[in-house]
């Protein structure tokens, strides 16, 4: 068979022969290999000169085995003879025999140690391939290379090949002498060859110094690895332009002297070139090409820069695996940078496990080095206490290491140490000067830094414009966080113009990079419909993306699509699954939700108000307006936490003080209320009005109260009703039933009732208890509609379902009274109690008179007087009223005629019409005073003239007897017909009696 290549090896070293076969015809090159390529029935002896004769270049496979093999000696004479290069692949670390050394020691060898041999193969592909292409080597043909031994050749010899593959010795000198031709028993033809092979090298090694022989003054004939040396030499000092100008492309051509020698260290150079565009085109594929065949070569330098190639996706497609093949393969070699990078990707778990044990390994191995990126990275771990306890102060001391060789990542934490109090007292001047040091060598995060502080007033006044141009620093980089910060800044019109389409732009450059807060910030431009049209698909896509790499806002603004069912079907359980996840990492409003969510019992919770008050407590700990006020809330009702207007107020204020109006209305209640602080109608008034400037419909709805009823203000109708119609145009219920109520008593506007139902009605649909119960009042009543008790009492029990005291009571009396329902003393008792319990007076007087008649309860004085004496107490006048009765007859009590004209009399000052009846009795009885029919008199007439039935029918008694006063039959009459027609039958009877005619009663 044609081929290129004859591998001579030892049948014990067999595999490694095999190897170099399978690598070499996989990269195009024909081989022959016995075995394999001796025809059957041809001798073995035969076959293998007849190959020698036939190929291009010798692959010595070489070990201890070869120097022991005598057959091997022969083959590589042949090859000697026949003028073929020898390329010696050396497996094993051993010096050639004599004889062998004869041959071979000009020749440039190829170690393929230490071990794997795979990572030598390509390199040995690599050499043979060049020097088949060199003039060195004879083109494919049987014929000899030479027309006859000793003439002159039209080129240079085997040195040649093996100048083009490198060296790493002299060459010998040359031998001297003739030979007749070869033949397979006669002696090496060696005094021929080898000065024609030296003479050929020496051509070859002047050739490839292109004039430079000058560097080896005292070598005839210098290697090929002392021409790499003096290539490399000049190829730094152009490159880094020392002693002649900068000129990567004089670099390129020295670098690449070296590297067709076969030199790593320039075969890495040439790397460098295309990896970072200098002198030739940025090409990080042709980077990878030649970072490989120096890796492949063992350098440690090549394999760290084909790592960073993997780990950044740079002329190979992003591996991390890979990276960590190659950053070990240095690493183990000791090369710092590489045990950084290595200890890098354990730290972020890329292309391996997550392993902090081992990022503190290798970041030791390096900073012991002295090696600042490891420096730094043991401070990391220090800071975060990973791998190692957390201790700030070993953090500071290894990045100061890192930072006194100036390195900015050092730099930069340094400043966040300071920023954020960590091992050092907080300094956010000195934070700057740090961050300044990073900044000025261009590092993207310090930029970014410097732009938080600026925004947020820290070690500098806040200058929001300064803030937009650090961030712009760092987003020019790249910078994800810089971009997003930039586009945050956009978005709210801080530092630049308010401008959407940009904060878009530039949260989606961050987005590119998986930035979570610029996913976050796209989510809300969405979800607001801000510079782009609304779309809340849209928004929960990138929120999700922010959430799934853990970001709490997004989390938290998540649960809110949930819980609002925007963008996706409303699901409580999901959004108190998002709260949570949020809230564990700390996120404020998150916390605050999963309160609301406690508080209201949703997302399948149960309602725990003690678990929403520890919610609200963390976010309202730190600072969150809306969990202070709610907090308050609890205090202020005694929710889950022990009732305390002091404890409610002081956090209405915190959160008030931050401008959040809802507190300020809160504060304002407060005031007016003289909870937990005395009674100021001023100080209302003012808080109410912040809260109403900011739109706070409840705050709007109460200053109208306050200028309604004239309280810390002037008394103006026109300014309450402008305030309600405020709140109202926020479909807030109580001031829609406000203004019902100023129609209804012409307060401001002209008296009207149908305008008063109108309003009542639209808080009523709205839920609102006391519209409901002032709509059912105008049923009873018949204003603005047809008097119609059954839809009073329809509107009565919707009210009192919601548990409004008022609506109660009056269910109570409809149930008493048998109105538009059967007449139910126990449904009464039942109602009048609910509404009593709640404080409500006339409920609780009502109550009191079931039991003092034992109607729907049993008879109970003593519960009687009870719920008299609850009344009383909040100043009702018929309870009062009801306590002298009890006093007067002695029912559960010792009769007491002072104490009941005590009780009767507190009732009369507030105009109790019955009291006033009460009391003429007893001065016309004599009971517990002189009797004195002239004031008992005075009492009922008090009572008559207001169209008491009873003090009427009195009077006239008086006025017919003559006591207290002359008889005056007329006026007895008179009074009798009045008491009759009201209904009293005792006076219809006395009518009768004194005039032989009926008086007809008027209802």
Not at 666 to 672: D, N, T
Not at 905 to 930: E, M, P, T
Request: hydrophobic share 40%.
């Amino acid at each position: 068979m044609a081929h290129d290549v004859f591998i001579s090896y030892s049948s014990k070293d067999k595999a490694a022969a095999d190897a170099a076969c399978n690598v070499l015809e996989r990269n195009g090159v024909r081989v022959w290999i016995a075995p394999r390529d001796i025809l059957p029935g041809v001798g073995w002896a035969e076959s293998l000169i007849a190959a020698i004769s036939n190929a291009r270049v010798m692959v010595l496979v070489y070990s201890s085995n070869a120097n022991a093999s005598p057959q091997i000696e022969r083959e590589v004479e042949r090859a000697i003879n026949k003028g073929l290069p020898v390329v010696p692949f050396r497996v094993e670390d051993v010096a050639p025999s004599a004889t062998l050394e004869y041959f071979i020691s000009e020749t440039h060898w190829l170690d393929a140690f230490p071990p794997p041999l795979e990572h030598h193969l390509e390199r040995l592909a690599d050499a043979v391939k060049r020097l088949l292409a060199s003039k060195f080597v004879q083109p494919g043909g049987n014929e000899p290379r030479f027309a006859a031994e000793g003439a002159p050749r039209d080129g240079a010899e085997t040195a040649g090949g093996k100048a083009a593959v490198g060296g790493d010795a002299p060459p010998r000198p040359p031998a001297t002498g003739a030979s007749s031709a070869p033949t397979a028993a006669a002696a090496p033809p060696r005094k021929i060859r080898m000065p024609l092979i030296a003479a050929a090298a020496a051509i070859v090694l002047i050739i490839v110094l292109g004039g430079s022989l000058f560097a080896f003054k005292d070598k005839m004939f210098p290697s090929p690895q002392d021409v790499a040396a003096s290539a490399l030499v000049n190829g730094d000092k152009y490159r880094d332009g020392k002693g002649v100008a900068q000129d990567y492309g004089q670099a390129m051509t020295w670098y690449r002297k070296a590297a067709d020698l076969g030199d790593a260290v320039g075969q890495n150079a040439i790397g460098d070139l295309y990896a970072n565009g200098q002198g030739i085109g940025k090409d990080p594929v042709e980077a990878m090409i030649w970072y490989r065949k120096a890796a492949d070569q063992g350098l440690p330098a090549a394999e760290n820069n084909l790592g960073n190639l993997y780990a950044n996706g740079r002329g190979v497609s992003l591996d991390f695996a890979q990276a960590i093949v190659w950053y070990r393969k240095a690493a183990d070699q000791g090369y710092a940078s590489a045990q950084a990078s290595l200890a890098n990707l354990f730290v972020g778990g890329r292309g391996v496990a997550q392993d902090y044990a081992q990022a503190l390994l290798w970041f030791r191995k390096a900073a012991d080095q002295g090696d600042p990126a490891g420096e730094a990275g043991v401070g990391y771990l220090y800071a975060s206490g990973r791998g190692a306890p957390r201790d700030y102060a070993q953090a500071m001391i290894w990045y100061r290491k890192a930072a006194d060789q100036n390195y900015a990542t050092a730099q930069n934490n340094i400043g966040f140490l300071y920023a954020n109090g960590l091992g050092v007292p907080l300094d956010f001047a000195e934070a700057m000067t740090w961050y300044r040091k990073a900044a000025d060598q261009n590092y993207s995060v310090a930029e970014d830094n410097i732009g938080a502080l600026y925004e947020h007033g820290q070690g500098v006044a806040q200058d929001y414009a300064q803030a937009a141009e650090w961030y712009r620093k760092a987003a020019d980089q790249g910078n994800s966080g810089g971009q997003s910060n930039l586009g945050r800044l956009y978005a709210d019109g801080k530092g630049a113009p308010q401008d959407y389409s940009q904060a878009m732009a530039w949260y989606r450059r961050a987005a590119d990079q998986n930035n979570p807060m610029a996913e976050s910030g796209l989510g809300k431009l969405y979800a607001d419909g801000k510079g782009v049209a609304r779309d809340d698909a849209q928004a929960m896509t990138w929120y999700r993306r922010a959430a799934d790499q853990g970001f709490a806002p997004a989390q938290n603004a998540l649960g809110d699509l949930f819980a609002n069912g925007e963008g996706v079907p409303r699901d409580d359980a999901q959004a108190l699954s998002w709260y949570r996840k949020a809230a564990d990492q700390g996120n404020a409003d998150a916390q605050t939700n999963l309160g609301i969510f406690y508080a209201n019992g949703r997302g399948g919770v149960a309602q725990d108000y003690a678990l929403a008050a520890d919610w609200y407590r963390k976010a309202a700990d730190q600072g969150g307006a809306t969990a202070q006020n709610n907090l308050g809330d609890l205090y202020s009702n005694g929710q889950g936490v022990a009732q305390d207007d002091s404890q409610a107020l002081a956090l209405y204020r915190k959160a008030a003080n931050q401008g959040y109006a809802p507190a300020e209305a809160s504060v304002g209640y407060f005031a007016e209320r003289g909870r937990g602080g005395p009674q100021d109608y001023a100080q209302a008034t003012a808080w109410y009005t912040k809260a109403a400037d900011a739109g706070n419909a409840v705050a709007q709805n109460n200053l109208g109260l306050l200028y309604m009823n004239g309280q810390g203000v002037t008394r103006d109708y026109a300014k309450a009703m402008a305030l309600f119609q405020k709140s109202a145009a926020q479909n807030d219920s109580a001031a829609i039933d406000n203004i019902g109520y100023l129609y209804a008593d012409g307060r401001g506007v002209a008296q009207s009732w149908t305008q008063a139902m109108t309003w009542y009605r639209r808080a009523a649909d709205l839920g609102n208890a006391i519209a409901q119960a002032d709509v059912g009042d105008l049923y009873a009543n018949g204003q603005g509609v047809q008097q119609d008790y059954a839809q009073a009492l329809a509107w009565y029990r919707k009210a009192a379902e919601q548990g409004n005291a008022a609506a109660e009571n009056n269910l109570g009396f409809y149930y008493e009274k048998g109105r538009a329902v059967a007449q139910d003393y126990n449904q009464a008792a039942i109602w009048y109690r609910k509404a009593a319990d709640q404080g409500h007076t006339i409920a609780q007087n009502n109550l009191g008179v079931l039991y003092m008649n034992g109607q729907g309860v049993a008879q109970d004085y003593a519960q009687a007087m009870d719920w008299f004496q609850k009344a009383a107490a909040q100043g009702n006048a018929a309870a009062q009223d009801n306590i002298g009765f009890l006093y007067a007859t002695g029912h559960g009590v010792a009769q007491n005629f002072a104490e009941a004209m005590t009780w009767y009399r507190k009732a009369s000052d507030q105009g109790n019409i019955l009291a006033a009846v009460d009391i003429g009795d007893l001065y016309r009885d004599g009971h517990g005073v002189a009797q004195d029919y002239a004031q008992a008199l005075d009492w009922y007439r008090n009572a008559a003239e207001q169209g008491n039935p009873d003090g009427q029918f009195d009077v006239a008694s008086l006025l017919e007897h003559g006591q207290g006063t002359a008889i005056d039959m007329t006026q007895a009459i008179g009074w009798y017909r009045r008491a009759a027609e009201q209904g009293n039958a005792a006076a219809g009877d006395a009518v009768k009696r004194l005039t032989g005619q009926t008086a007809t009663s008027k209802k």
